[in-house]
């Protein structure tokens, strides 16, 4: 393999997608491999990302670092989110650009999407409405992401891609009691149920909204496969969509339908109980995937088994 021996810098590299695009690379045959933790630099540090890009000089950077959280989190602690992820993705797109990155993927979210976009999202969606208020913080930083790919690359005729995943779980979640997403949040909620033998679990919302889900390790292959991708392929599908792909399952399923699998999974015995009166954010989020899935990419892992593999980590390094 002709890159097999480029330097990748993969920021983020020890969050869920992270890690999994380091271990997706190496099963590729990719061995100069950077990562530095949180301790080691601070990504919202600009002078740190300058002086960490000036020595190390990376050929590719996978950015996959940001703060993320549920519905909770993001509607706590809304600054936190906003400027973290504008320091993170400018700090390291700009020092990128100024030490002679060639190639960089950029990792968004599907709540750039308005929040009553027509279903499943195409990528042109992109600005063509309101936001979900709940995390638009979040999504306008993420969003920025895109645009300084695409600026970039427009002043300085790089390669810098940018792809959206829809809601993604997996191993090496964030399983917090407040600040996680909706899989393992509820991962988390039903294996305590379980293990305190409680009548039911509490859920926050209707249980209505649907989501798509994409078990991480799909993921990893997909941020591959697009950074792969011969420029000119990339850029005669992503020219007129914003430049970024989406990355999704390809089908949603309801929370309520989501709980009842995880219940299955997790062994609880109890019933679920539905909130109404806390947030459901937006009412649909499908992604519509039919440009990368065009160019020669599909997901492997249905959810049931993402979901027992998920269980199965959270057993392992969480209970």
Not at 44 to 59: G, I, R
Not at 178 to 205: C, M, Q, S, T
Not at 239 to 245: A, E, G, I, R
Request: charge should be neutral; include cysteine; proline fraction near 3%.
């Amino acid at each position: 393999m002709e890159n097999a021996q480029q330097k990748i810098y993969v920021a983020g590299h020890q969050g869920m997608v992270g890690s999994a695009i380091v271990k997706t690379l190496k099963n590729k045959g990719y061995k100069n491999i950077v990562g530095h933790s949180h301790q080691e630099l601070d990504l919202t540090n600009q002078l740190a990302v300058n002086q960490f890009f000036h020595d190390e000089k990376p050929d590719q950077v996978y950015l996959a670092a940001a703060k993320v959280g549920g519905i909770y989190a993001n509607n706590t602690y809304p600054a936190d989110f906003i400027y973290i992820n504008l320091m993170i993705e400018s700090n390291v797109i700009h020092s990128a650009y100024k030490y002679g990155v060639k190639k960089l993927l950029f990792l968004g979210s599907s709540c750039i999407y308005p929040k009553l976009s027509v279903q499943p999202i195409k990528e042109e969606s992109l600005l063509s409405g309101h936001l979900e208020t709940t995390n638009e913080p979040y999504a306008i930083a993420k969003i920025a992401g895109i645009k300084l790919c695409e600026s970039y690359n427009r002043q300085y005729n790089l390669d810098y891609r940018s792809v959206m995943p829809t809601n993604l779980y997996g191993l090496g979640d964030n399983y917090h009691s407040e600040n996680a997403h909706v899989i393992p949040a509820l991962i988390r909620r039903f294996h305590e149920a379980k293990i305190k033998k409680l009548a039911f679990v509490d859920i926050w919302g209707s249980g209505k909204p649907r989501r798509e889900f994409l078990y991480v390790d799909d993921m990893a292959e997909a941020s591959i496969f697009v950074m792969e991708l011969n420029k000119n392929i990339y850029d005669t599908h992503t020219k007129m969509m914003q430049s970024h792909l989406n990355v999704g399952f390809g089908s949603d399923i309801s929370i309520l339908e989501l709980a009842n699998i995880i219940k299955q999974v997790v062994g609880f015995e109890g019933g679920i109980k539905f909130n109404s009166e806390k947030p459901d954010g937006a009412p649909q989020k499908l992604m519509d995937s039919s440009l990368l899935n065009h160019l020669g990419w599909k997901p492997k892992i249905d959810l049931e088994l993402g979901l027992k593999n998920t269980y199965r980590d959270f057993l392992m390094h969480f209970a």
